[in-house]
C-alpha cells in the first residue's frame, strides 16, 4: 500500500482514487487465486458445526430471543438471505463483503419501516443483531460461512473494513459465534423444555442426515 502511494504515478491522487485502485487490484488478484487461497483458509468441521446448528435451532421462536414480530415480513427476510446466499457465488473478498452489506442494508431498512409505521418504537442498532441472527443467518443455511469469514478477514484489505462494511462484519462474525455457542441461559425458555427440544431436533437432523456408508460393500 505504501508503495503504491509513493509512486510516481499514484503519489499526486486523491485517497479516493487510491482507494478505488487498490481495491481494484485485490479483485483482479484474488478473483485469479481464489481457489487456492480459500482452500487454504477452508474449516470443514467448522462449517459442518455451524450448518448444523442451524438446521437443530431452527425450533426457536421469535420470543426466544427477544425478537419484535412486527418488525419486517417474510418477504423482505427472504430478500436478506438471498443476499447472504450469494457469497458463495463471489470470489473477491471484496465482493463476498458487499454481500453481507447489501444483506444487512435490508435489515435496517425494516428497522426504519417499523419506526416510521410507530414513531414510538425506538429502533436502534441494537436490534439489528437479534433480527440478523434470527430471521437471517440462522434459516439461510449458507455452507462454508464459517470459511468465507475467515477468508474475507484474510485477504480483505483491513483499511475497507472500517465503517459500514466493518460493522457489518463484525455481526456476521458476532452471529456465527452466537449460534455455535447458543445454549438454554442465552434464551428466554425453561431449561428443561430447551434441552428437550435440542435434543429432538438432534435426532430429526441426524435421522435426515444420510448414512455415506450404506450400500457400500
Known amino acids: 500500500e505504501e508503495v503504491m502511494r509513493e509512486h510516481d504515478a499514484w ?14 487490484v485485490e479483485k483482479m488478484v484474488m478473483t485469479q487465486l481464489h481457489d487456492v487461497a480459500f482452500r487454504a483458509c477452508e474449516e470443514p468441521a467448522q462449517d459442518q458445526l455451524l450448518l448444523r446448528r442451524m ?9 426466544a430471543l427477544d425478537i419484535p414480530t412486527h418488525i419486517g415480513n417474510d ?7 438471498d443476499e447472504l446466499r450469494r457469497i458463495n457465488s463471489c470470489r473477491a473478498p471484496g ?9 444487512a442494508a435490508v435489515v435496517f431498512r425494516s428497522l426504519s419501516l417499523a419506526r416510521a409505521r410507530n414513531p414510538s418504537f425506538k429502533a ?17 443455511h449458507v455452507p462454508k460461512l464459517f470459511t468465507n469469514c475467515e477468508y474475507i478477514s484474510r485477504f480483505r484489505n483491513p483499511a475497507a473494513l472500517m465503517s459500514k462494511a ?3 462484519m463484525v ?17 428466554h425458555m425453561p431449561e428443561e423444555e430447551f434441552n428437550a427440544k435440542m435434543a429432538e431436533a438432534e435426532r430429526q ?9 450404506a450400500g457400500t460393500a
Open 11 to 24: 503519489k499526486h491522487e486523491t485517497e479516493e482514487r487510491l482507494a478505488s485502485a487498490r481495491n481494484w
Open 55 to 63: 438446521r437443530v435451532l431452527g425450533f426457536l421462536e421469535p420470543e
Open 75 to 81: 418477504m423482505i427476510w427472504t430478500l436478506a438471505r
Open 95 to 103: 465482493d463476498k463483503v458487499a454481500c453481507i452489506v447489501r444483506c
Open 124 to 140: 436502534g442498532a441494537d436490534d439489528f443483531l437479534p433480527l440478523f441472527i434470527y430471521h437471517v443467518v440462522l434459516p439461510c
Open 166 to 168: 466493518g460493522y457489518c
Open 171 to 187: 455481526s456476521l462474525r458476532s452471529a456465527v459465534e452466537f449460534l455455535v455457542n447458543l445454549d438454554a441461559t442465552m434464551v
Open 205 to 213: 437432523v441426524e435421522d435426515e442426515t444420510p448414512d455415506v456408508g
